[in-house]
């Protein structure tokens, strides 16, 4: 059992003050009428204020690089390189200018995204010389911060999903 106890009269003073703002719940009973009282400046007790809490910011991601899959599960990931998980949605970006496929691959991830699509397919081409610019440019333009935060990883798309001219995207799970 627990005892009362009196309360000296700074205790008292400080309660008032610290409690002068704070509505009763169900009719509490409070300790006077009285406005309340700052504490005395001969107070025993000094009341120290704490600094808000910061939370640190968060870790930033590591860049995607086409065919790393460090991240992931052993499984998951040897699917993906497999052509093995079922493709939620394609993309094609032939024929549309880098402006063009960049906000139409922006707007696809994040449409896949909030679907809740979890492996699609960006067919990008392999351009005339094997190299074409969209698909050089695709994995840059998965690291921007715009879309980082909602892509797993990336890898090259098997023969018939493409082949070198397309990818595999692998999106988070939406949470």
């Known amino acids: 059992m627990s005892r009362r106890r009196d309360l000296t009269p700074e205790d008292s003073e400080l309660w008032r003050y610290v409690t002068r703002n704070v509505n009763p719940y169900h009719g509490s009973r409070h300790l006077s009428e009285e406005a309340p009282a700052p504490p005395s400046t001969e107070s025993k007790k000094p009341v120290v204020s704490r600094p808000p809490e910061i939370s640190p910011p968060p870790a930033p991601q590591p860049a995607l690089s086409v065919g790393r899959v460090a991240d992931m599960d052993k499984r998951t990931a040897r699917r993906l390189k497999r052509g093995e998980l079922p493709v939620d949605g394609r993309i094609d970006l032939h024929n549309l200018t880098l402006d063009q496929a960049h906000s139409a691959l922006t707007g696809f991830i994040r449409g896949a995204y909030g679907r809740g699509a979890r492996c699609v397919v960006v067919v990008t081409g392999k351009g005339k010389s094997g190299e074409g610019k969209i698909r050089r440019e695709t994995p840059h333009w998965l690291?921007?911060?715009?879309?980082?935060?909602?892509?797993l990883a990336v890898t090259e798309a098997r023969v018939n999903d493409g082949g070198s001219g397309a990818f595999y995207v692998l999106l988070k799970r939406k949470r």
């Open 143 to 151: 690291n921007q911060a715009a879309l980082r935060p909602l892509v």
